[in-house]
């Protein structure tokens, strides 16, 4: 267990990094969470097929729960209504951080629908900081068909992000 909580702590870490300033999330809390998610509080022990599995089932958690991170923060009662705005006036603007988060896991749910190893991928790799060998080795697959996949991916997600008109115009 040890060396399974260090390995979730540093992809942890390496999700949280990649994320805008404004995330009150620690890395060591988001571990914590993720983990009271995988094994059930209280809940039947779950059999996870090998590490792949194991990892796989973390960034699904992860990512959940940076999503409900993001939607909790926009609620009225958190002051959602309210633009955050920073001190430092060379910094980027981040008062899109959360809705962009929720769009992206709302893209990433329709990609799921009709392609759901890509979306795995895009789990792996986005919310739990894998490499393309590291993921493809989680999803059984060759790193060149992981790439070729992340490529698919990526247009996908950037066309639904984007909306159908953006990309008629383009």
Not at 70 to 90: C, M, P, Q, S, Y
Not at 130 to 136: D, G, I, K, N
Request: hydrophobic share 45%.
């Amino acid at each position: 267990m040890p060396i399974v909580y260090e390995e979730l702590r540093i992809l942890a870490q390496h999700r949280l990094a990649a994320e805008k300033s404004g995330q009150t999330l620690q890395a060591t809390a988001l571990v914590h969470e993720a983990y009271l998610r995988l094994v059930g509080a209280g809940q039947d022990v779950k059999e996870w097929d090998g590490r792949g599995h194991f990892f796989a089932a973390a960034a699904e958690a992860m990512r959940r729960i940076l999503v409900e991170n993001a939607r909790r923060k926009k609620r009225l009662k958190r002051g959602g209504h309210f633009e955050r705005v920073d001190l430092d006036t060379d910094s980027l603007d981040v008062s899109n951080v959360s809705e962009d988060l929720i769009v992206l896991d709302s893209a990433l749910a329709k990609l799921a629908a009709t392609d759901r190893k890509a979306a795995d991928l895009v789990q792996l790799r986005f919310f739990a900081g894998l490499t393309f060998a590291q993921a493809a080795e989680t999803l059984g697959i060759s790193t060149r068909t992981a790439e070729r996949m992340w490529a698919y991916a990526r247009a996908y997600l950037r066309v639904e992000m984007r909306g159908c008109d953006d990309v008629e115009s383009s």
